[in-house]
């Protein structure tokens, strides 16, 4: 069974329901997310500062490879985050960039956050500028 979605404004959908993975080791997270999909999560959350963005993806990989008839990457939610030393629009770019050579193995991020506000007016403006530029690009494919 899985979890009711919500229609955000872009008009994707996330699951309600996902797995954090903050706090869970880089060794630990390909088999904790693969479980996790197998017991029917389908929105995996993780972020550049814990350190588990390419085990958390190959652990979704790991669970598309298993049955790829039934397992689709479109059913699966994966969401990062920039964090606050990435604030500011190259900085951003290259938090980005980053992220999406940790997720190759999924092909793309549905969702990249701004991890919290806590820098000045100038450096989120960047950033934001920088997640918008990804969104139009080729390289950000939401579901």
Do not use: C
Not at 5 to 12: A, D, P, R, T
């Amino acid at each position: 069974m899985s979890a009711p979605l919500i229609k955000l404004n872009s008009g994707n959908t996330i699951p309600v329901v996902g797995l954090g993975v903050y706090l869970t080791p880089s060794e630990d997270a390909i088999d904790i997310v693969h479980k996790a999909l197998n017991l029917g999560y389908r929105h995996v959350d993780s972020a550049a500062i814990y350190k588990n963005e390419l085990a958390s993806a190959q652990g979704i990989a790991k669970w598309l490879a298993e049955d790829p008839v039934n397992n689709k990457r479109e059913d699966v939610f994966y969401t990062t985050k920039v964090w606050d030393t990435d604030h500011g629009y190259e900085q951003t770019k290259k938090a980005i960039q980053s992220s999406l050579d940790n997720a190759k193995s999924i092909d793309y991020i549905d969702l990249i956050l701004v991890h919290s506000p806590q820098s000045n007016y100038e450096k989120r403006h960047g950033t934001w500028l920088a997640l918008q530029e990804a969104v139009d690009s080729a390289s950000y494919q939401p579901n």
